[in-house]
């Protein structure tokens, strides 16, 4: 059995007793992919349901307006010109755009919000970013560029994929 195997299975199982005794029986004695598979149901634990609270809401949970920085024509790293904004979260907005060089396509911009410049939160969008760009999968959109606005903002470009919302 996998590493990815083992966890899979082992992060349905609540309790911790059975989860122990799955592991032991799993790893089958080798010490190192128990440490690492517990790791990971650690990490798992550690990040909660990411998906239910937006980002920022832990940091600034009275932020209800932002300010108007970006509309439709904005420019954004000299070549991604906004279109319309498609979805926004704790920390930041999505935006459908288009690249204007060296190639013309549709492609999804998001960028942090103002004011959401702590070191946590900035922490935060990198790791996103980051994870996004080593991951290949075809229902996972491709990481295609990154960098920060005039205004020193992080953002990062992805493949634009039509379709519904991950939480739907």
């Known amino acids: 059995m996998s590493e990815q195997d083992i966890f899979i299975a082992a992060r349905h199982i609540t309790s911790p007793e059975d989860r122990d005794r799955y592991l032991a029986e799993a790893c089958g004695g080798d010490a190192a992919l128990k440490r ?89 969008f990198e790791a996103e970013r980051q994870a996004l760009a080593v991951m290949d999968h075809p229902h996972i959109a491709k990481v295609l560029d990154g960098g920060v606005t005039e205004q020193g903002r992080p953002y990062f470009v992805m493949e634009y994929v039509k379709g519904v919302p991950i939480t739907q």
């Open 36 to 124: 690492r598979v517990v790791d990971l149901l650690q990490a798992q634990d550690d990040a909660g349901s990411f998906l239910q609270t937006p980002a920022g809401a832990a940091y600034f949970p009275t932020v209800t307006e932002r300010p108007l920085t970006e509309r439709p024509g904005t420019i954004i790293g000299q070549r991604y010109k906004l279109l319309e904004e498609i979805a926004e979260g704790g920390m930041g907005t999505v935006w459908l755009a288009e690249q204007t060089h060296p190639v013309r396509r549709r492609v999804a911009v998001k960028l942090i919000k103002p004011g959401m410049d702590s070191r946590q939160v900035l922490s935060r």
